[in-house]
């Protein structure tokens, strides 16, 4: 039985691998533009791998660590990420100019989802090993508010760069800043424990 669910995972994998490559190839190389009809067999084709690709790499990810909604979210996440920069115009002026306010809205909500989605795994590896109190270690509510604080920073970075005063110094204040606020809900908030 462990090998058949080994062969799954790996079949999983190599799937999921597939779907990423083709989903890039397309990205890069396939002509993708707004011009092209929205039913297009080309779009259509980017869609679906735009969705299969995310899934089938958080789906395994989620089930093994635990960590409810991360498929939902970095799903949704990483496909609106794609669609942006396939056929989301690049914002000519900065982030308050009325005409790219929606291109900078759709790709901060990307950048929050996906990158939430992307470092919850890690945090929850990395924190489980570096909390020796077992409800602490398991606490899905401080991985999930790590994962979104993390997502909050690089929407900030986004702001600030489609503003324009995005600098090492502001990085850094907001680093300091993110550290910070976590020390104070580390010291108050309770660990859940299930």
């Known amino acids: 039985m462990p090998t058949s669910r080994a062969q799954i995972s790996l079949l999983l994998a190599a799937l999921a691998g597939l779907c990423w490559s083709a989903a890039l190839a ?6 993708l533009s707004t011009d092209d009809a ?24 989620e089930q093994a660590l635990g960590l409810g ?6 799903t949704v996440g990483t496909a609106l990420l794609l669609y942006c920069l396939a056929f989301v115009p690049a914002p000519s002026d900065w982030l308050l100019a009325l005409p790219d306010l929606p291109a900078y809205g759709l790709l901060i909500i990307a950048l929050f989802l996906c990158g939430a989605a992307v470092t919850r795994p890690f945090i929850h590896v990395a924190t489980a090993r570096l909390f020796q109190a077992r409800a602490r270690a398991h606490d899905g509510r401080r991985v999930r508010r790590q994962s979104y604080e993390l997502g909050l920073l690089l929407d900030t970075l986004a702001t600030l760069a489609g503003l324009r005063v995005l600098t090492w110094v502001s990085l ?8 910070i606020a976590e020390l104070l809900f580390l010291s108050r908030v309770q660990a859940e424990t299930s």
């Open 38 to 61: 929205p039913l297009s067999l080309q779009r259509l084709l980017f869609y679906g791998l735009a969705i299969a690709a995310p899934a089938l790499t958080f789906a395994p990810v």
């Open 172 to 179: 850094l204040l907001l680093a300091v800043a993110l550290v």
């Open 69 to 74: 909604g991360l498929t939902a979210e970095g």
């Open 26 to 31: 397309l990205l890069l190389f396939g002509g």
